[in-house]
T-cell receptor, first 115, second 115 residues
Framework: AQSVTQLGSHVSVSEGALVLLRCNYS??????LFWYVQYPNQGLQLLLK??????LVKGINGFEAEFKKSETSFHLTKPSAHMSDAAEYFC?????????????FGKGTHLIIQP | DAGITQSPRHKVTETGTPVTLRCHQT?????MYWYRQDPGHGLRLIHY???????DKGEVSDGYSVSRSKTEDFLLTLESATSSQTSVYFC??????????????FGNGTRLTVT
């Protein structure tokens, strides 16, 4: 079975400060890992994904995440927060041999940007 | 929105009535998914499909059924709606291969209220 834990349902940072959203996963086989962003009243948009290869993954809007197998983590970072980053962020995992299986999502982290 | 249209976008219905939500894709992808999103729960998989007439249950399938008679359409039916099914419902597709694989691409959601 696979699962995702996002630490902190709400994270507040000041504009210009580092953004760090934490994600830990549980998977018995090599996972595929994802971060999605959701703006109010919209669907989910893919920020970045890890499948194979380089463990530091760069995504859209200046975000990046690093796959750390030893820590079973896939934390999302951005060096300098912008007001437009305020949104809900979801980490997700897919069992790499899962065929048609859907992604398993964490419960989400609401990112608040203080002016 | 990766060629995904959900209809209706909003619906209010009464307890005990049947409701059908539609997901239409223009991408001709094999895999399609229905999720529900609730505060504090993130996204949870209801049902998914891996081809015409091929469907399977997800994590929270009780009270829901699905049908897929054409590649482009995936229908979610609440046979007898209950207040606990008040939620936002998202449809997603997954490319079989290529640049978008294995990410999910989401529609804009249907907000369902059961009174």
């Amino acid at each position: 079975a696979q699962s995702v834990t996002q630490l902190g349902s709400h994270v507040s940072v000041s504009e210009g400060a580092l953004v760090l959203l934490r994600c830990n996963y549980s998977s018995s086989v090599p996972p595929y890992l994802f971060w999605y962003v959701q703006y109010p009243n919209q669907g989910l948009q893919l920020l970045l994904k890890y499948t194979t290869g380089a463990t530091l993954v760069k995504g859209i809007n200046g975000f990046e995440a690093e796959f750390k197998k030893s820590e079973t983590s896939f934390h999302l970072t951005k060096p300098s927060a912008h007001m437009s980053d305020a949104a809900e962020y979801f980490c997700a995992v897919l069992y790499s041999g899962g065929g048609a299986d859907g992604l398993t999502f964490g419960k989400g982290t609401h990112l608040i940007i203080q002016p | 929105d990766a060629g995904i249209t959900q209809s209706p976008r909003h619906k209010v219905t009464e307890t005990g009535t049947p409701v059908t939500l539609r997901c239409h894709q223009t991408e001709n992808h094999r895999y399609m998914y229905w999720y529900r999103q609730d505060p504090g729960h993130g996204l949870r998989l209801i049902h998914y499909s891996y081809g015409v007439k091929d469907t399977d249950k997800g994590e929270v399938s009780d009270g829901y059924s699905v049908s897929r008679s054409k590649t482009e359409d995936f229908l979610l039916t609440l046979e007898s709606a209950t207040s606990s099914q008040t939620s936002v419902y998202f449809c997603a597709i997954r490319p079989d291969r290529g640049r978008g694989h294995p990410s999910l691409h989401f529609g804009n959601g249907t907000r369902l209220t059961v009174t």
